[in-house]
């Protein structure tokens, strides 16, 4: 296949859409950094898709820029700079959806927080334990009660026996 | 109509920052991306979140955009793609209830498949597999009973029956 060939066989087009697995992608980056025709190509290309996608523009609504701040201000990277190593995709297999493992921990879409599996034997035994807290409470309730009932009975008991002496 | 950045615009404005950078390409590149969100998000609510997840993890990679031969709008577009796919594959795992655009048919955003309507059913529907659900030739060449040749071909096919509506 020549270079015309290969530039009207929808390769570009692969690249720029990013359906290209990652050994297609780099012989693809290999022959860009040789050929201007290919530079060419793609140039026009990414210019045709730019301009589908400007007229494709739907503006989001005004409250999703205050979104994207609160999530911009609890990313690391604005505390910390610029310094993550990128991802590498290049050995992967696929159609280059390898290496997306930098998607922050969190999930803003969910109102639910995840927590580690051993705080559910925390909460079991805290469980257990306030429930055994409890009989024990209630137990020494009623012998509190018990004992303050005798007291009484004691006490009018001898009461009784006073007033008959 | 929005600005197209080129890369020495994004080189100067990160390095006064990240947070100046991804804000300038926000200003410029939100609309055309949330659009874009919008064919593989057809609800609204979700792609607004869908769309700050986009920025927000792109913020961490804007070097990688002025080191790739591809433009800085295609880079984070590609880039975009690659983080939507994660968030469906990661929400279909939580839940079957998203709203992913439908193979037969055409999604509230048509979006690159309103530019498929000279395309075969077959056509289509590779380009709907791979591009917006994010399926592996293997897995559709094996679902289809082809070979991965045959899907790369009609892949291929599909973009540029595209690429001549795009003209």
Known sequence: MNLQEYIQSGTVEAYVFGVMTPAEKDAFERLLQVSPELQQALTIVELQVEQFAASQAIPPPPETRQQFHDFLHGLPILKKGIGAPPPNDGNGKGNGNAGINYIPAFDITSSHIKVHKNWRIAFLVLFIVSKIFLAFLIYYIIKFYDARSQVKQLQQHEQVQKAGK | ?167
């Not at chain 2, 609204?44 to 869908?50: G, M, N, S």
């Not at chain 2, 002025?66 to 994660?86: D, F, G, T």
């Not at chain 2, 079957?96 to 309103?114: D, E, I, M």
Request: contains cysteine; charged residues 25%.
């Open chain 2, 1 to 167: 109509m929005e600005t197209l950045i080129i890369k020495e615009t994004l080189k100067s404005k990160l390095n006064t920052g990240v947070e100046p950078a991804v804000e300038f390409l926000y200003t410029n590149y939100s609309s055309m991306l949330y659009g874009y969100v919008l064919q593989f998000v057809p609800d609204r609510k979700e792609a607004e979140k869908v769309l700050v997840l986009v920025f927000g993890t792109l913020a961490s990679r804007l070097q990688e955009a002025c080191n790739s031969p591809l433009s800085v709008y295609c880079w984070m577009q590609v880039e975009a793609r690659k983080v939507i796919l994660e968030y469906k594959k990661q929400q279909n795992g939580n839940s079957a209830s998203t709203g992913h655009p439908p193979v037969n048919g055409q999604p509230k955003n048509a979006y690159y498949l309103s530019l498929l309507q000279d395309a075969s059913e077959e056509q289509r529907f590779v380009f709907s597999e791979i591009f917006l659900q994010g399926k592996e030739k293997e897995e559709l060449a094996n679902k289809l009973k082809k070979n991965v040749h045959d899907i790369s071909r009609l892949l291929k096919e599909s973009l540029l029956i595209m690429q001549k509506n795009l003209q």
